[in-house]
């Protein structure tokens, strides 16, 4: 890879490149920190974005962000490996946990840590905040399409 990468990155060519969704469905805008086990992804709530209702993100974008977060960790991996991005699905969402949805402006942090990664499977758990507030918590497990 020619260019240096340097953190925070939110060059969207290279958010596109690392995941497969298109506006309108982006829910992911930034990457603060990533790592093998690991990544730190941002979402900025836009006030016309598809899955704000009464200025308000809804849960159905919410966790949306957050398995496109999942998918930024896989996608900058190969992204790093100059490699194209798979194609992956949530195999599951468990032990989630919805405290409260973000407003219109509002950044969404959310941490991915990887529990298992074992043959195109991944077991992670994510953190999403506002500021230093907790907003929403849970696991997801993803597979990469072959």
Excluded: W
């Excluded at 020619?2 to 596109?16: A, G, R, T, V």
């Excluded at 979402?43 to 200025?55: C, G, L, Q, S, Y």
């Excluded at 977060?69 to 490699?83: D, I, M």
């Amino acid at each position: 890879m020619d260019q240096k990468l340097e953190f925070p990155i939110d060059d969207q060519s290279i958010i596109y490149q690392c995941i497969p969704q298109r506006p309108p469905m982006v829910m992911v805008d930034g990457l603060l920190d990533y790592h093998v086990n690991g990544i730190l992804a941002t979402f900025t709530v836009a006030p016309d974005h598809i899955f704000v209702k009464d200025e308000i993100l809804q849960e159905s974008g919410l966790i949306e962000h957050m398995a496109q977060s999942v998918a930024l960790h896989t996608g900058f991996g190969y992204y790093l490996r100059e490699e194209q991005a798979p194609i992956g699905y949530i195999g599951s969402i468990s032990n989630l946990e919805i405290y409260q949805c973000p407003k219109v402006n509002q950044q969404i942090q959310s941490e991915v840590s990887i529990l298992h990664e074992f043959s195109g499977v991944t077991l992670v758990e994510i953190t999403s905040k506002v500021e230093q507030t907790i907003i929403a918590t849970g696991q997801m497990k993803t597979v990469v399409a072959k």
